[in-house]
């Protein structure tokens, strides 16, 4: 359409390193994922092969301690890594940080001897990870879950549904949020569960409006028996564990959602300063130019929030209210973006011949994983005000 090419972002990275990494992601992006992205989404085909591959490479395991196989990089370089991959594709980009949550648990909570036996494996041993905390009756409300770890000797047998779960059926394995006690946030425990473990049942994936690439399905825990050695801190501890990989999460979330709308603005660009209208590109038109300057804008300060919320984490601060105020302002963006970029296309960007109304499509879901963006206004809001008054 336009002989212009899409400028890459211009990357403010902290060391030679890191700018190493992102040109070989660049590459792995160019060469093996953009090709076939637009008709495996349409297939719903999830690129199994791309993850064996980024692991390879060393991608699966960027901010974990090299000692266990990790890659050292800071949260600051990660999460622009996950950004160049989900303006690639949303299904790859998303995995990885749903890889990383489900590595997040044993890496900051596990013992030594969990990490020396597991993690090397998870973070680069080709292994696939899924998060399991929702459930059908316990999605925002995740401290009333009900799945249930009863302890028989040395073994924790566990019975319970859980929910959206993102790799549900063909993930290695799963990080498991489980009622080990009583009611409430105190009563529950984290367990490592092999993807292969008997009584662990995946239902049929759900048919989405966007992510058709990545399965998301429920899990039927039927007497699922594993080890004491597999859970993982403390009984009781593992709404803290959770609470504390959401907080990363959100921010993964966010610069996924930075590359979805990046995306579709190279997209919206290309578009415009190559269609014709009355004589002249469209993008000289200042209702148009001013949307695509509005899209650049909000791309821009989204990508901001969340590196200044990773750069706190990555100096050991709080940065929990920083992280739902990226995941609330990214994704709110990137939906905003994206609809922009398909009324900037008009009538194609309705069609399935462009990307924009795939991009659109993803970005909705944003919106809702890993905390819904009401629940990152009433997170901030805490913050701000102290808890709601009951």
Not at 7 to 32: C, F, H, K, N
Not at 260 to 289: C, K
Not at 336 to 351: F, H, I, W
């Amino acid at each position: 359409m336009s002989d212009r090419a899409p400028q890459l972002v211009d990357r403010q990275l902290p060391t030679e390193e890191s700018r190493d990494l992102i040109a070989l992601v660049r590459d792995i992006v160019q060469r093996e994922i953009v090709p076939g992205a637009a008709a495996e989404e349409e297939a719903g085909r999830f690129p199994r092969e791309i993850f064996t591959l980024l692991s390879e490479a060393g991608l699966l395991g960027l901010p974990y301690d090299s000692a266990h196989g990790g890659g050292d990089q800071p949260y600051e370089v990660y999460l622009q890594v996950l950004e160049e991959l989900a303006s690639a594709r949303l299904t790859i980009g998303l995995g990885v940080s749903v890889h990383s949550l489900a590595c997040h648990a044993l890496a900051g909570y596990g013992t030594k001897e969990q990490q020396t036996a597991q993690l090397p494996a998870m973070l680069g041993g080709g292994l696939l990870g899924a998060y399991c905390l929702s459930e059908p009756a316990s999605g925002s409300d995740a401290a009333s879950l009900r799945t249930k770890a009863v302890r028989e000797g040395d073994e924790w047998i566990i019975t319970g549904t859980k929910a959206w779960i993102t790799h549900g059926g063909i993930a290695d394995f799963y990080t498991v949020l489980a009622r080990t006690g009583g009611d409430g946030a105190r009563g529950i425990s984290a367990f490592l569960v092999p993807g292969d473990a008997d009584g662990l049942d995946a239902a049929v994936p759900e048919k989405k409006m966007g992510m058709k690439g990545s399965p998301t399905a429920q899990l039927h825990f039927d007497g699922v028996r594993v080890s004491d050695a597999r859970r993982i801190g403390e009984e009781g501890q593992g709404f803290a564990i959770a609470l504390s990989a959401l907080d990363s999460g959100r921010l993964g979330i966010a610069a996924c959602a930075i590359g979805v709308a990046q995306a579709a603005l190279d997209e919206a660009v290309e578009y415009a300063t190559g269609r014709r209208q009355f004589g002249r590109p469209i993008a000289d038109f200042q209702g148009l130019r001013f949307m695509l300057a509005d899209m650049a804008t909000q791309i821009e300060a989204g990508r901001a929030l969340y590196l200044a919320a990773a750069r706190l984490r990555d100096a050991g601060r709080p940065f929990s209210r920083q992280a739902a105020m990226a995941k609330l302002f990214c994704t709110d963006a990137a939906m905003r973006v994206t609809t922009d970029a398909v009324q900037v296309l008009g009538g194609y960007g309705y069609t399935a011949d462009f990307p924009v109304e795939r991009f659109m499509r993803e970005a909705k879901v944003l919106q809702i994983v890993e905390g819904t963006n009401q629940i990152q206004r009433m997170v901030i809001a805490r913050h701000l005000a102290g808890p709601e008054s009951h």
